[in-house]
């Protein structure tokens, strides 16, 4: 996948739109946001099969699972080439585990921060070094 000649400024953009926008499972969770990041770098949506088809965590899983695949950052390693988090530069995708079952959020690597999608809605940022997994975009 290959960034837009004007992404840096597209990533921004995209960011300060999303700021504000509620968590909604299957409309605007980690993982979507996360692919809007991705899209709005590339103009590629891995996600697009994705959106609106669930309400839930649980369903969510359940058609990753129906198209192959065990978690969100699985999807996301099948479109991204995966990377060691410390390689990871502005604009990458980050995976943090969020629980013992093996769940991850997912966000967009910003120098050494990671910035994520809070549940209760509104962004955060995580610390680098926190994550599991990494993925070049």
């Not at 080439?81 to 910003?110: K, R, W, Y």
């Amino acid at each position: 996948m290959k960034r837009l000649s004007f992404w840096r400024a597209a990533l921004g953009a995209y960011i300060n739109e999303v700021k504000g926008h509620p968590f909604e499972w299957g409309v605007f969770d980690c993982a979507l946001f996360a692919a809007g990041a991705v899209t709005a770098m590339t103009g590629v949506d891995f996600a697009t099969d994705y959106r609106g088809s669930y309400s839930t965590l649980k369903g969510g899983l359940r058609l990753l699972k129906a198209r192959g695949f065990e978690t969100h950052a699985d999807l996301a390693a099948a479109h991204l080439t995966e990377i060691h988090p410390s390689h990871a530069q502005v604009g990458d995708i980050a995976a943090v585990s969020v629980d013992d079952a093996g769940l991850f959020a997912l966000g967009v690597v910003q120098g050494a921060r990671v910035i994520f999608l809070k549940p209760e809605g509104g962004l955060g940022t995580m610390d680098l070094l926190g994550a599991e997994r990494a993925f070049r975009v």
